[in-house]
């Protein structure tokens, strides 16, 4: 199969890796001269464990490439994937289709045969419908299907996710398109991973509807978690016991900060106001943003009440700011709201990320970078894990604590137990819905 991937994001570039990987002619699109330069060098410019590798091994073979040239790359194409971003629009929280229309428009210029256009782009119902009048529109006599085909990978696990997913969701019109989807996907099909074949409408919902289940699990544990602070309840206990239950599941259910990430508060928000523009408004969606945000500033009044009330002047040591690990993603990162208001309020910010500083230099201003945790927690008030990385999982909690000013902790990630902590010397400990210690009354 030969096949156009537009736009080299991180689905566009993720996707476009493995397809090659298949065995499939990919060429990768993106407009972008500076990217494309990078790429062209074998380097990758985002970090995704293994894809550098995986990258190289098959523009060894001959089998990806890169091109700034849309045209070229689609004509002759089996498949063009459309994998451009669908940005939160500013002022209504509706997904920006910009991109997808202008790709669509492109696309239907350049398509010689018949080929599948396929969206990977999150898009709203309905969007592979306009993008096949556009299509049509543009370019009258093309011989096209359109298809939707959403991405469920995670960052940090993207290939992985890819290779081995839980399902393959594929919307389409015509058993021609099926058959080019299946020839596709073919060696995940043989390995038995499901291929589910629907219609374009039911594929393009199933996306925002399982994102916003997610969102929704994660955010009723950290409720519950704020009511096991009050009660004297364990979260983690209340997890697992929950997660025991096979209808319910354990996974999605730890709780921690707030969700940030490229896709739950850019999926939510788009569902929710889906749903107001047909009358039928997704209330729990628009609670679960809306406790969300709730969530992350509450985030910050541990801090504070862990160091007394007041942060001005106390260094903070700040572990992890990337919204997970793994990942140098910032987007919609819990620490983008805690951050600030801690250096707001006047606190001296030390951050260590081992990837986070790339894009959080220009996003986290006032902050000082450290590369090394006992470095920052050095003489530091405060320390914070706001970012479950492996590096901080495993902290000489003794060493740390014995260096610091005043030693106290905020586990924002429950990556400790209170007990750890008051026998490393912590005075103050306080993490998500547990028992803190040592907080003045
Ligand atoms: C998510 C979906 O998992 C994926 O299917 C979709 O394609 C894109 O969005 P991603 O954003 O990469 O993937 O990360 P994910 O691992 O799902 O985490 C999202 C956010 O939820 C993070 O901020 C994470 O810290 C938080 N989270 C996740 C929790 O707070 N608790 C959990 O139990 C799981």
């Known amino acids: 199969m030969k096949i156009a991937m537009i736009g080299t994001g991180y689905v566009g570039l993720v996707s476009g890796v493995c397809f090659s990987d298949f065995g499939h002619e990919v060429i990768c699109v993106d407009k972008d001269p500076a990217k494309l330069a990078k790429l062209n060098a074998g380097d990758v410019p985002i970090y995704e464990p293994g894809l550098d590798d995986l990258m190289a091994k098959n523009v060894a073979a001959g089998r990806l490439t890169f091109s700034g040239n849309l045209a070229e790359a689609v004509a002759g194409a089996d498949a063009v994937f459309i994998a451009v971003g669908t940005p939160t629009r500013r002022g209504d929280g509706h997904a920006d289709l910009t991109y997808v229309m202008a790709a669509a428009t492109e696309i239907a210029q350049a398509l010689t045969d018949y080929a599948v256009v396929v969206t990977k782009s999150t898009v709203p119902v309905g969007t592979n419908a306009r993008v096949a009048e556009t299509i049509r529109a543009a370019n009258p006599d093309v011989d096209f299907d359109v298809a939707s085909n959403p991405e ?254 005043t030693p106290v902790m905020a586990d924002l990630r429950n990556i400790y137990n209170p007990d750890d902590a008051r026998a490393a010397g912590f005075t103050a400990y306080v993490s998500i819905g547990r028992k803190d210690y040592g907080l003045a009354e």
């Not at 099909?189 to 969102?215: C, G, H, Q, W």
């Open 152 to 405: 469920f990978l995670r960052e940090g696990a993207a290939i992985d996710d890819f290779m081995r997913p839980d399902r393959i969701v594929v919307g389409v019109e015509s058993d021609r398109a099926a058959e080019v989807m299946q020839a596709i996907y073919r060696p995940l099909y043989l390995r038995d991973f499901p291929v589910m074949t629907t219609d374009l409408e039911s594929a393009e919902m199933i996306k925002y509807a399982a994102n916003a289940f997610l969102a929704t699990k994660i955010t009723f544990i950290n409720e519950i978690a704020n009511l096991c602070e009050r009660t004297g309840a364990d979260v983690k206990m209340v997890s697992k016991g929950m997660g025991m239950d096979g209808r319910i599941g354990n996974k999605f259910l730890h709780a921690g900060p707030g969700y940030g990430g490229s896709c739950f508060p850019k999926d939510t928000s788009a569902l929710a106001r889906i749903g107001q523009e047909y009358g039928v408004p997704m209330q729990l969606t628009e609670t679960v943003i809306k406790v969300n945000e709730e969530t992350k500033r509450r985030m910050v009044d541990k801090v504070f009440d862990l160091c007394g009330g007041s942060v001005n002047g106390k260094t903070v040591a700040v572990l992890g700011v990337t919204f997970k690990p793994n990942t140098d993603d910032m987007r919609d990162a819990p620490s983008l709201t805690i951050v600030p208001a801690l250096v707001g309020k006047g606190a001296k910010v030390r951050v260590v990320d081992p990837q986070g500083a790339r894009e959080g230099e220009a996003l986290l201003p006032g902050v000082t970078w450290v590369e090394d945790v006992y470095e920052a927690a050095k003489g530091a008030d405060a320390v914070v894990i706001l970012t479950e990385w492996n590096e901080f999982r495993a902290l000489d909690l003794g060493r740390v604590a014995a260096d610091m000013a």
